[in-house]
C-alpha cells in the first residue's frame, strides 16, 4: 500500500493497464514528454515509448476521430482532452459517433475508448476549464459517465474503464487531484462502473452526490451530527447510468433525500436522480426531494467562485428545510 | 500546380500515354460492366424510392468513374469509411446489395458489414469520417499493416473542420489514409465557388503538408491511376494523399425533396452529359475491341436481376424489434436498459 494523490492513483491506472495490455495507447495535447498538463500522465513515455504514449495536434475533434479509428484496429485507446470545456469540439466524435457505434454497425464494431477529461471549480482556473458537463454526455445513450472523488476508486475505476468494452467518459474534478493522500494498493484491482458507495451511514436524510461535493457532504454531514441529525452520504461514482437500487434502499430508510451537484440546476444529473426516486419511493417519502446546485449562470468569473459554488453550508441548509418540512 | 489529371478525354482517346495505368484486358473489361452496372443501380434505386420499396437515397449517376475507379485501386483488406453517397463503394468492396437496401431502408442489418469486409457504414455526419480515417491509418501504421484507409467526402465537405483537421492528423503522423473529395459543383444547392475563394480543392491538401492531386473525375483510368498512386505512396509509408476528382451528379443531392431546376441550368446538365465516365471509356474499349452493345446489354439484365432479388431478400429480412435495438447498445447491459429489456420483451411477447 502507498498514500497516493489522486492524481498519482490516475497514472498508476494507466501505468498498469499499458503492462497490462499492448493494445491500450494514451494520447492527447501534451500528455508525452511533458507528462500532462496535470503530470496525470508523467513519466509513462519514458516507460512504454512513444508508441503507446504520445502527443496529438491541437485539434479535440481530431483526437476524437483519432480515438474511433484506432479503436476499429483493435487497440484500446485512452485520449485526453486536455479540459472538459473543450468537449464542445468533440461532441460529434464522442456522442455523435463513438457511443453509436456498436449500435450502428449492430455489433460489428465496438469502440472500447476512455476518453480522460479533468473538470470542477475552486481553483481559479480561466474561462471554460471548470464547467460541469457532466449532463450532457449523461444524456447520450451508449455512454457510460465515471466521475470518482477518491484516490481509490480512481484508480479502481479508471481501470475498470479501460478495461469496458464500450465508451466511458473518465471526468477527473481538478480540487481533488492532489487535496488530499489515502492508502491506494499498488497491485491492479477494479471498482466496479455503475455502482454506488455509501461513504457514511445515516438514518435521518440521504444526501445523494459526486465528485467534489461528496466531499462538502460528508463535511455537512459532520456538521449536523452535532445537531442531532444523521445523514446517510452516497456518492453515485458513476452519474450514467445511476445506481438506483443503493439510492432507493437508502431513501426507504431515510424517508428523506437531498440531491448535491456542483452543476448549475438546469444542468448535471440531479433531476434525474430525484425524478428515479419520486418514480419509484414516493410512498416512502416524509418531505420533497430537494437539490443543492450551483444557479443558472455560465460558469462564475474566477474571483467569484466562492459565493457561486455550491458548498458544505448550503447542504446544511438545504437539509434543514426537508427535516422541518 | 494542380492542373486536372486526365488519361481519357471525351471521345475515349488515350492523351497521356505515360500515365496509363496496367491494366489487364480483363481488368479494364470489369472496369466497364461495374460502371453500367452501378449505373443501372442508380437507376432503379430511384425507381424503388418513389415507389416507397427503398428509404434515404443519395444518386450516383455521373460519378461512376470517380467512385469505382477510386475502389478499384483497392486490396480487399483496405479499410472504407465512406460518406452517405458512397455505397457503390461498400458494394463492389463487398457489402451485399440487399444489405445495401437495408440501409437505405433504415435497418441495422444494412449496417452489419460482413466479417471480411473493413469498412463503416455510410456516415451521415459531413467530415466525421475524416478523422476517423486519421485513426484508422495510424492504426494501420502502428500494426505494421500494408492497407490504406480510404474515405469520401464532397465538394461541401471541404469546408468543415473535420476535413482539416483529418487530413493535417495524418499528415503528421505519416499515416496510410487516401482522402477523396468528389467535387461534383454543388453541395444541395450551394455551388462550390461559395465553399471557398480557393481555386482547386486539392490545393488544401497545402495545408496539412500533404501531397495534393485533382484529377478528371469523369475519366475512370485517371481516377484509378491517382488513387493507386496515393495507395503505393501510402503502403511505402510516405503518407497520406488527397484527391479531388471533378465530377458531377445527374440526379438530384438526395430523394427527399430536392428540385436542382432550382439551382442547375439545362445547359450545365447537357455540358457534363457529354462527359459521361460511361460514354467516353464504352468508345475507349470498343476501339479496343474489349466492349460491345450485346456485352453491355448482359450486364445491364444481370444487374436488374440481382436488384429484383436483393429487393426481396431485403423485404423479407426480418423486422427490427426494441429489444433489438438494446441488445446491441452495450457488451454488457447496464442496469435501466435491462429493466426497458425487460419490459420490452414482455410487449413484443403479446
Known amino acids: 500500500m502507498a498514500q497516493m494523490t489522486m492524481i498519482q492513483a490516475i497514472t498508476d491506472a494507466m501505468r498498469t493497464e499499458l503492462k497490462n495490455d499492448e493494445n491500450v495507447l494514451v494520447f492527447g495535447e501534451d500528455v508525452g514528454k511533458n507528462g500532462g498538463v496535470f503530470r496525470a500522465t508523467e513519466g509513462l513515455q519514458d516507460e512504454f515509448g512513444e508508441d503507446r504514449v504520445f502527443d496529438t495536434p491541437l485539434a479535440e475533434s481530431g483526437i476524437g476521430g483519432l480515438s474511433i479509428g484506432l479503436a476499429t484496429q483493435g487497440f484500446r485507446p485512452v485520449p485526453e482532452i486536455q479540459f472538459f470545456g473543450f468537449v464542445y469540439e468533440v461532441m460529434d466524435s464522442i456522442s455523435g459517433q463513438m457511443a453509436r457505434m456498436r449500435y450502428r454497425s449492430g455489433g460489428r464494431w465496438h469502440m472500447p475508448i476512455t476518453v480522460r477529461s479533468p473538470f470542477g471549480g475552486g481553483v481559479h482556473t480561466p474561462e471554460l476549464h471548470a464547467d460541469s458537463l457532466e449532463g450532457l454526455v449523461a444524456q447520450q445513450p451508449g455512454l457510460k459517465v465515471v466521475i470518482p472523488s477518491t484516490p481509490y476508486e480512481a484508480k479502481g475505476l479508471l481501470i475498470s474503464a479501460i478495461r469496458d468494452n464500450d465508451p466511458v467518459i473518465f471526468l477527473e474534478h481538478m480540487k481533488l487531484y492532489r487535496s488530499f493522500r489515502e492508502e491506494v494498493p499498488e497491485e491492479e484491482y477494479t471498482v466496479e462502473i455503475g455502482k454506488a458507495d455509501v461513504k457514511r451511514e445515516g438514518t435521518d436524510v440521504t444526501l445523494i452526490s459526486y465528485g467534489a461535493m461528496v466531499h462538502s457532504c460528508l463535511k455537512a454531514a459532520e456538521e449536523m451530527e452535532k445537531d442531532g441529525i444523521s445523514a446517510e452520504v452516497i456518492d453515485l461514482r458513476t452519474v450514467s447510468p445511476i445506481d438506483i437500487d443503493t439510492i432507493i434502499e437508502s431513501v426507504k430508510k431515510t424517508n428523506r433525500a437531498v440531491v448535491v451537484q456542483e452543476a448549475q440546476k438546469q444542468a448535471g444529473i440531479a433531476a434525474n436522480v430525484v425524478s428515479e426516486i419520486q418514480e419509484r419511493a414516493i410512498l416512502h417519502l416524509e418531505a420533497p426531494v430537494l437539490r443543492v446546485t450551483a444557479p443558472d449562470t455560465v460558469y462564475a468569473f474566477s474571483d467569484a467562485e466562492e459565493v457561486w459554488l455550491p458548498n458544505h453550508k448550503d447542504i446544511v441548509e438545504k437539509v434543514n428545510t426537508v427535516m422541518n418540512f | ?350
Not at chain 2, 121 to 141: D, E, F, R
Open chain 2, 1 to 350: 500546380m494542380f492542373e486536372t489529371f486526365q488519361i481519357l478525354n471525351e471521345d475515349g482517346e488515350i492523351v497521356n500515354k505515360d500515365a496509363m495505368p496496367e491494366l489487364s484486358d480483363d481488368q479494364l473489361k470489369e472496369l466497364m460492366r461495374r460502371m453500367v452496372y452501378t449505373r443501372i443501380l442508380d437507376q432503379r434505386s430511384i425507381a424503388l424510392n418513389r415507389q416507397g420499396r427503398l428509404g434515404f437515397y443519395a444518386p450516383t449517376a455521373g460519378q461512376e468513374a470517380s467512385q469505382l475507379g477510386s475502389q478499384f485501386a483497392l486490396e480487399k483488406d483496405d479499410f472504407l469509411l465512406p460518406g452517405y453517397r458512397d455505397v457503390p463503394q461498400l458494394i463492389w468492396q463487398g457489402l451485399p446489395l440487399y444489405q445495401a437496401f437495408l440501409f437505405s431502408k433504415g435497418h441495422f442489418h444494412g449496417n452489419q458489414m460482413p466479417e471480411d469486409l473493413q469498412a463503416l457504414s455510410p456516415q451521415i455526419i459531413i467530415g466525421a469520417q475524416y478523422v476517423q480515417t486519421a485513426g484508422v491509418a495510424l492504426g494501420m501504421k502502428k500494426r505494421g499493416a500494408k492497407t490504406v484507409a480510404v474515405t469520401y467526402t464532397g465538394d461541401g465537405g471541404t469546408s468543415q473542420g473535420d476535413f482539416y483537421e483529418g487530413i493535417n492528423f495524418a499528415g503528421a503522423y505519416k499515416a496510410p489514409a487516401i482522402f477523396v473529395v468528389q467535387n461534383n459543383g454543388f453541395a444541395i444547392s450551394v455551388p462550390r465557388e461559395l465553399q471557398t475563394n480557393a481555386k482547386t480543392l486539392a490545393q488544401k491538401a497545402v495545408a496539412a503538408g500533404i501531397e495534393g492531386i485533382q484529377v478528371d473525375g469523369m475519366d475512370v483510368l485517371a481516377v484509378y491511376a491517382a488513387t493507386k498512386h496515393a495507395r503505393d505512396r501510402a503502403v511505402a509509408g510516405e503518407g497520406p494523399t488527397l484527391i479531388e476528382t471533378l465530377t458531377y451528379r445527374y440526379g438530384p443531392h438526395t430523394m427527399s425533396g430536392d428540385d436542382p431546376t432550382r439551382y442547375r441550368s439545362e445547359e450545365m446538365d447537357n455540358e457534363w452529359e457529354k462527359k459521361d465516365p460511361l460514354v467516353r471509356f464504352r468508345k475507349f474499349l470498343e476501339s479496343k475491341k474489349l466492349w460491345s452493345e450485346e456485352e453491355e446489354n448482359q450486364v445491364i439484365e444481370e444487374a436488374k436481376e440481382d436488384i429484383k432479388q436483393a429487393i426481396k431478400d431485403a423485404e423479407k429480412y426480418p423486422k427490427q424489434k426494441v429489444t433489438d435495438l438494446i441488445g446491441n447498445m452495450f457488451e454488457e447491459l447496464p442496469s435501466h436498459l435491462q429493466e426497458q429489456m425487460e419490459e420490452y420483451k414482455e410487449k413484443e411477447s403479446k
